[in-house]
């Protein structure tokens, strides 16, 4: 007996490390019109790596207890950005403390106390730009802040906006390091881009006759900079979990119907409103099974374009 052709494209994509979870997944994903990206561990490589560490004048602390600190914090996190915190401290070979009341903030960052001392590391924007108030706003599951150790507002600090734009300047995410309430030390992070990752891009605007879209919580020029390597022209940078998903709705609104591409650890949610989600990465949570139609658990971006085109394939032979 022959398979029916959706359930024989589903087997094609298993056999080629894409899980589709199921027959109506496997159909929607031939119908999108237009392709949204994320960037951090979509577009470039789930392994981010330190490039550099700059202490702030006045901190006390030098790169290794600056990097030791933050690494104790971000142990907990699955994030891209955490994982290259923890490697980079590892590599050293520092002492990791335990870390208590531990929270994370979508797009934003994380705290915990370590040694006593509240630890903050994350977004610049979200830490420094008096964003206390926001961090805490209704609907933030786990604030940033502890009500111990308040974030100062720190806009006119001259050492850390200089610190936070060189490294941005250099294309690399800036990460602030932030030591009850005070900022200690920026990090400089970035991550390769995922082999054929611009010819997954070209396929996908050629598949839907729409050039994709980046969305990201990464700063500006950083995610000018991808977009020029990979070919998209339309950044939308700066946005926070939920801006992702009014973006994908106000799209869906308009009677598109989006392929959203993530990686699951900050972006679910723009996964579950778009009309399909694929999550890339092998280190997809089970939150991502949940909510994403399929889960690509090698490392090739190709596997996106080519979803699109067996979907299409077995619409027609269903037809
Ligand atoms: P992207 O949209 O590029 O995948 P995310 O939404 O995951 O990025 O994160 C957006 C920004 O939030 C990051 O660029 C970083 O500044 C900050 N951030 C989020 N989580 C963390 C973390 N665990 N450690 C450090 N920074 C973080
Ligand atoms: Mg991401």
Redesign the pocket.
């Known amino acids: 007996a022959t398979m029916p052709p959706l359930l024989s494209a589903i087997a094609t994509c298993g056999r080629h490390g894409v899980l589709v979870k199921s027959a109506a997944a496997m159909e929607r994903l031939g119908a999108v019109t237009r392709v949204a990206l994320?960037?951090?561990?979509?577009l470039t490589e789930e392994s981010a790596r330190v490039r550099g560490i700059q202490v702030l004048p006045g901190s006390g602390l030098t790169e290794y207890e600056a990097l030791a600190l933050a690494a104790a914090a971000?142990r907990p996190?699955e994030?891209?950005?955490?994982r290259a915190?923890v490697a980079a401290a590892r590599e050293r070979g520092l002492h990791l403390e335990p870390a208590a009341d531990f929270a994370?903030?979508?797009?934003?960052?994380?705290r915990a106390v370590v040694t006593g001392h509240t630890v903050q590391?994350?977004?610049?924007?979200?830490l420094l730009d008096g964003a206390a108030a926001h961090l805490e706003g209704p609907g933030d599951p786990a604030p940033l802040t502890g009500g111990d150790a308040p974030v100062r507002t720190e806009i006119g600090d001259a050492p850390v906006r200089a610190a936070v734009a060189e490294v941005e300047d250099s294309g690399a995410?800036?990460?602030?390091v932030l030591v009850d309430g005070r900022p200690v030390a920026v990090l400089a992070?970035a991550a390769p881009l995922r082999a054929g990752a611009a010819e997954a891009v070209a396929a996908l605007g050629r598949l839907t006759g729409t050039p994709p879209v980046l969305?990201?919580?990464?700063?500006k020029r950083?995610?000018a900079r991808l977009g020029e390597e990979v070919g998209i022209a339309d950044v939308r940078a700066g946005?926070?979990?939920q801006d992702?998903v009014a973006t994908v709705r106000g799209w869906e609104d308009a009677g598109e119907r989006v392929l959203m591409v993530?990686?699951g650890?900050?972006?679910a949610p723009a996964l579950a409103a778009a009309h399909t989600g694929v999550a890339m990465g092998r280190a997809s949570s089970a939150l991502t099974l949940e909510t994403a139609d399929a889960v690509v658990v090698r490392d090739e971006l190709a596997a996106v374009p080519s979803l699109v085109t067996l979907s299409r394939r077995a619409r027609r032979l269903v037809a």
Not at 38 to 42: E, F
């Open positions: 994320d960037k951090t561990g979509t971000e996190s994030h891209p950005l955490a915190v994370s903030a979508p797009g934003r960052g994380v590391v994350g977004s610049p924007t979200a995410t800036a990460v602030a992070i969305l990201t919580g990464d700063n950083a995610a946005l926070l979990p992702k993530g990686d650890v900050n972006d």
